[in-house]
């Protein structure tokens, strides 16, 4: 049988952190294109509600899962429910991810163990559980950002856990491509998200980016799910082990506007 080198119709993908922000846009996105979604959320009930209604208004087959990132009885639900409903999973997308935004100098262990468990340490913990039902050809992708690479203002507790990400994503990657599981990150430039107003001089950051990428502009939510999309679909068969870049072009270009 021809399957069309983007088709991801009838997969199972579980997009943890997937009822607002980034991981809304990838879910709905998914969902749009014929995928059984499971959206994963910690607390934020609003969001999930509305992202139900809005999974209902546009037809998507989206479930929510409420499960603590944190906590092995979290990452165990997960797992439970993806695996009861369908018996396997055919794409992990981890984009949920938590972050303290100070300097160095006013983060603690205790800052840095939660920042660490949420964005790498759940991710490996549920990689490995979903492993053993993941068929041949299923993906694993996950979000990562400029902070793995470069030093960025009071980020030193996120993008530690990033760099830590995509180190690990390389790791799975190679060990992994021999079960045709493959496995790559997405790294985006600033989003226009809930994060934003957690950081101090928000508008400057953003006046910053726009200036700094060649583009001109915010990268939007969407082109990020379409890049996921990608990554989920037969046609990146031969990606593994990458970080994909969607910012417009900041990280290439030293140009000032
Ligand atoms: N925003 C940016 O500028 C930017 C830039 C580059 C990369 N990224 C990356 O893109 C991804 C999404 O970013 P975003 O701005 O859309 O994030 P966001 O709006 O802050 O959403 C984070 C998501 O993660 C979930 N989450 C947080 N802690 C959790 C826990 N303990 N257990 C389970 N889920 C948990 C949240 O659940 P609740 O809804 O229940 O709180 C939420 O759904 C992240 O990996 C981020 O690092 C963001």
Redesign the pocket.
Known sequence: MNIAPFEISGKVILV??G?????RAISLHLASQGALVFA?????EE?AEEFRRTAIDKNCTCSTIK????TGS?IQALFDQVISTYGRLDALIY????GVHKQLDALTQRHLSIVWQ?NVGAFFDLSLKFRQHMPAGSRIVA?S?EGAHRAVDQYGAIGSSKAALESLCRQMAAEWAHSGITVNVVA????Q????SAMERADARVDHEINASPSGRLVQLDEVAHIVHFLCSRASDGIIGQTIVVDGGKRISSFVR
Do not use: D, H
């Open positions: 943890t952190g009822t607002r922000g980034l991981g994963g959320y910690f607390q934020n969001a499960a603590n990132l944190m979290g984009n949920a991810a938590t949420v979000i950002s985006p430039g600033l989003l998200t809930g994060t934003l």
